[in-house]
């Protein structure tokens, strides 16, 4: 519901340019820590609506990965069931102006090889490595009009870019907004841990950043 | 290739190419004002400096983690055994640019030990001579605290604890690290 | 100031100039071991190598992360905000934390312009040479001017890769005793943003403290505080206020007077 809404304000936005719309930081718990646009003709949702947005991904996340098939572990050996380790959920949603055309997952899409998760070398060779290995989750949200993509880092936070559906190459983008999440606020003795991300360093290098992209 | 080995070289290239540089004295040199400035706090009560650097290096680990993760961008690991050698020649290749060795395991694959060639922090540093801090002091126990507080973050509850130290005058700088146990992620809401 | 400045380091293990200074290790009973002998209360490895078997200028162009060195600093503010009561509390903190840095990168710095201005690079020649009171002229400055291009140049070659910005002598006759160096890009700045309610904070006073430390180590006693001055291309430019105490601005004259450089 949340994610439709979203859309149809992204709708608003005619430039054909592949471009990063927003993003969005929620960390381990669901929690909204930060909501930046990055083109100024967005229309913007109420700051309870991002929160509500943060919580409802959080939460589909999870049963994304709660229904993830799982393999008997004992079977690692004789059975090299290399497929299994393709935890990745992926979800299509309608276009928002109704028309009910599911946009079937390309397997470049399930077998996206920029996926950090699916990209180990190690993982590969086992189904489930560790017990305590998650499962993934749903990894991206695709309209007509835009996709939604989620990483969510080894140790839980999420990042969720809303970009432009035809942009290439998110996965550099995403890997240096981690970067840059690394430098500017995990080294920011100011920042509080899980607490809403407010650092000026941050937001300056972010943006400047992803305006030399263009 | 072991992969071991091929552990390191990961390790290797990531220092040469991934990681920004800073004077190496500057880092050492802040770190011992660190550690001077806890033994002045706490009067010489180097049973609490020892608790104290270790909080600090849980708090540094639980960040450094997000940094050793964007930078590297390597993935999870299958066991114990490949943690450690992460640890060893990734994590502290990158951030102290040195490889300590991994060692003395038990038989569960659960302990290992890290042996320190080289410690940077300890560069230029003799403990004082008060009769004590030879005893009671771990110098560089903010390492232990920083490996607690980063392997958290991936889900490892671990101890790790200096059993020797060359500033002690032991022979060699010994870091002992054991899995207390994998956190388990939280289970999805079954039922409530 | 009523804390005891020199008395917060370790023992370092110092060059030949160790004791030059003649600061007083920290911890009662802890005399400064001379490069030949090591004091005979600690215990020593069994191959008896201590930090004075290794050549000081080995860490000379030694690296480390800088994410090391942001995390060492992160956690050092973090400590020091703790303990203080206010902004001014936290930077006169993190001031006294880099003071002794001064004093140790002061002993490193003559040290090493002594021995790279000798014609051979053997530790044994730097050492001869340092510990001759016949050769070299001094390169300890004794007027302030050479002091404070000691500071804007090697100093912050030592520890930041380049020098400093820009130098300056205050404009006011009220305060001749006040000279800036600026620093547009603070490297122990790069990742901290500073909460918009502590604006006047800069975190940079640790390098203020460090700078003070060379001052005071040289025999010029000042106080150095770090101030914002941001401008539209560098946001995090930060002015080093340096004021010399009274005692140095007299001296200053006699040595004027003097012809000394």
């Not at chain 1, 937001?203 to 950043?209: A, I, K, N, Y």
């Not at chain 2, 180097?46 to 993935?75: C, H, P, W």
């Not at chain 3, 110092?14 to 007083?24: F, R, V």
Request: glycine content about 6%.
């Amino acid at each position: 519901m949340y994610v439709s809404n979203c859309s149809t304000s992204l709708r608003a936005q005619t430039n054909k340019t592949r471009a990063v719309y927003s993003l969005i930081i929620i960390n381990k718990a669901g929690g909204l820590v930060y909501q930046r646009e990055f083109h100024s003709g967005l229309h913007k949702l109420s700051t309870n609506d991002y929160l509500v947005l943060a919580g409802t991904f959080h939460g589909v996340h999870a049963i994304t990965r709660s229904i993830t098939p799982r393999l008997p572990l004992a079977s690692t050996t004789t059975n090299p069931t290399t497929a299994s380790h393709s935890t990745t959920a992926s979800l299509s949603l309608t276009s928002p102006s109704g028309t009910t055309t599911p946009t079937a997952s390309t397997p470049t899409a399930s077998n996206n090889p920029n996926n950090p998760a699916a990209n180990t070398p190690s993982s590969s060779a086992y189904s489930y490595p560790i017990p305590s290995v998650p499962a993934s989750g749903l990894e991206f949200l695709e309209t007509d009009k835009f996709r939604l993509t989620c990483f969510q880092t080894q140790t839980g936070t999420k990042f969720l870019l809303f970009t432009d559906p035809f942009m290439a190459n998110i996965d550099v983008v995403m890997k240096k907004i981690y970067e840059l999440y690394a430098d500017f606020v995990m080294k920011n003795p100011f920042y509080q841990l899980e607490m809403p991300v407010r650092c000026e360093a941050f937001d300056r290098h972010l943006g400047s950043w992803l305006r030399g992209r263009i | 290739m072991s992969s071991t080995t091929k552990t390191a070289r990961i390790g290797e290239e990531l220092w040469k190419t991934r990681v920004d540089k800073v004077n190496a004295e500057l880092v050492t040199l802040t770190y011992g004002t660190i550690v001077a400035q806890l033994c002045h706090d706490y009067d010489g009560d180097y049973t609490e400096v020892n608790k104290q650097l270790d909080k600090m290096g849980y708090n540094i680990g639980l960040r450094l983690i997000e940094d050793f993760l964007a930078r590297s961008n390597v993935g999870r690991c299958a066991n114990f055994r490949e943690t450690a050698d992460m640890v060893a020649k990734v994590g502290f290749k990158m951030f102290l640019n040195i490889s300590p060795t991994v060692t003395n395991w038990t038989s569960d694959n659960n302990q290992f030990s890290l042996i320190f060639e080289e410690n940077p922090l300890a560069d230029f540093v003799e403990l004082p001579d008060d009769g004590r801090a030879q005893d009671e002091l771990w110098f560089s126990n903010i390492l232990c605290g920083v490996l607690r507080g980063a392997l958290e973050m991936v889900q490892m509850q671990i101890d790790a604890h200096f059993v020797s130290d060359v500033l002690r005058g032991d022979d060699t700088t010994e870091m002992r690290v054991s899995l207390v146990r994998y956190i388990e992620d939280e289970m999805p809401p079954d039922e409530e | 100031m009523a804390h005891p400045r020199h008395g917060s380091m370790l023992s370092f293990g110092g060059g030949p100039n160790d004791t030059a200074t003649a600061e007083k290790p920290p911890f009662q009973n802890a005399p400064v071991p001379t490069a030949s002998q090591s004091s005979p209360g600690l215990r020593v490895p069994s191959n008896r190598k201590t930090i004075y078997d290794r050549h000081l200028n080995r860490s000379r162009n030694a690296e480390l992360s800088r994410a090391s060195f942001a995390f060492l600093f992160s956690e050092m503010v973090t400590y020091a905000q703790r303990r203080v009561t206010g902004i001014q509390d936290l930077e006169r903190r993190l001031n006294e934390q880099g003071y002794p840095l001064g004093l140790r990168l002061l002993d490193l710095l003559f040290y090493r312009t002594i021995a790279g201005s000798s014609s051979s690079s053997s530790s044994a020649s730097a050492l001869s040479t340092s510990s001759s009171t016949t050769s070299s002229p001094p390169n300890r400055p004794l007027r302030i001017l050479p002091l404070l291009h000691l500071i804007h140049g090697p100093l912050w070659r030592l520890l930041f890769n380049r020098p400093a910005d820009a130098l300056e002598h205050s404009v006011s006759p009220d305060t001749p005793n006040e000279y800036m160096i600026t620093d547009n890009d603070p490297m122990v700045n790069t990742y901290i943003s500073v909460p918009r309610e502590m604006s006047m904070l800069n975190c940079a006073a640790f390098v203020a403290g460090i700078i003070e430390g060379v001052c005071d180590g040289c025999g010029f006693e000042a106080k150095v505080s770090a101030h914002n001055q941001p401008s539209e291309m560098w946001p995090g430019r930060t002015v080093f206020l340096l004021r010399f105490g009274e005692s140095v601005m007299e001296r200053e004259k006699v040595l004027e007077k003097a012809g000394v450089k």
